[in-house]
């Protein structure tokens, strides 16, 4: 295997901390109720649909014609998204810092997020001024775990899939990945991922 000279991170929940759960507790005063909720109403698949492209305008309108009765939560999820965010994970962000000291490797990010709410975590996290290039998905169009996107983060940053390192904390993210030849990490904690990363030689 061919040293590691390019890490790639995801960032939900990999290096910030995102639950809409975090936001809708506030809404709901019934843990049953919420669950039903995200499971029926603003559900992951609607949300990836953002992530893919879609504008927040037209993804919040769908659901308010599909759903009447419940106008003010879905409108919730885009009017106080910035409440489901919790900060950095911060064991994760120990280890990019660390990695951006060393200047031991080249540092880039690829992210399934919508174009729209990006900018409030480029305003808010200093650490995302640590990659050399930023790949989201909702301004290509494209997510994961799609080969395309993952092949177009290997040509417009010029990297070498076979010295690359990607770490994800979805696991079909991570398959996605190594089916492109990139060698990858499924993300569980900060102190697994410490340790794999000992285990190749990069920290």
Not at 54 to 60: C, N
Not at 81 to 108: A, N, R
Not at 135 to 156: A, F, Q, T, W
Request: hydrophobic share 35%; with cysteine; net charge positive.
């Amino acid at each position: 295997m061919k040293k590691i000279e390019t890490i790639i991170f995801d960032l939900g929940k990999v290096l910030i901390d995102w639950e809409p759960r975090r936001l809708y507790r506030k809404i709901f005063d019934d843990e049953k109720k919420m669950e039903t909720f995200l499971k029926k109403v603003c559900t992951s698949d609607w949300n990836v649909e953002q992530d893919r492209g879609r504008s927040l305008e037209e993804a919040t309108n769908l659901l308010v014609e599909k759903f009447p009765k419940q106008e003010k939560e879905i409108k919730a999820f885009y009017g106080r998204w910035e409440e489901m965010l919790g900060g950095p994970v911060q064991s994760t962000v120990d280890i990019l810092e660390y990695l951006y000291k060393k200047q031991s490797h080249k540092l880039y990010a690829l992210t399934n997020w919508s174009a729209e709410t990006f900018p409030v975590a480029q305003r808010d996290y200093y650490f995302l001024k640590y990659f050399e290039g930023i790949l989201v998905s909702g301004d290509e169009k494209l997510i994961k775990p799609d080969p395309k996107i993952y092949k177009l983060m290997l040509k417009r940053y010029k990297i070498k899939k076979s010295t690359a390192l990607f770490i994800d904390d979805s696991l079909k993210n991570v398959k996605g990945a190594e089916a492109c030849g990139i060698r990858a990490i499924h993300f569980k904690d900060g102190a697994s991922l410490k340790k794999e990363l000992v285990k190749l030689g990069v920290l």
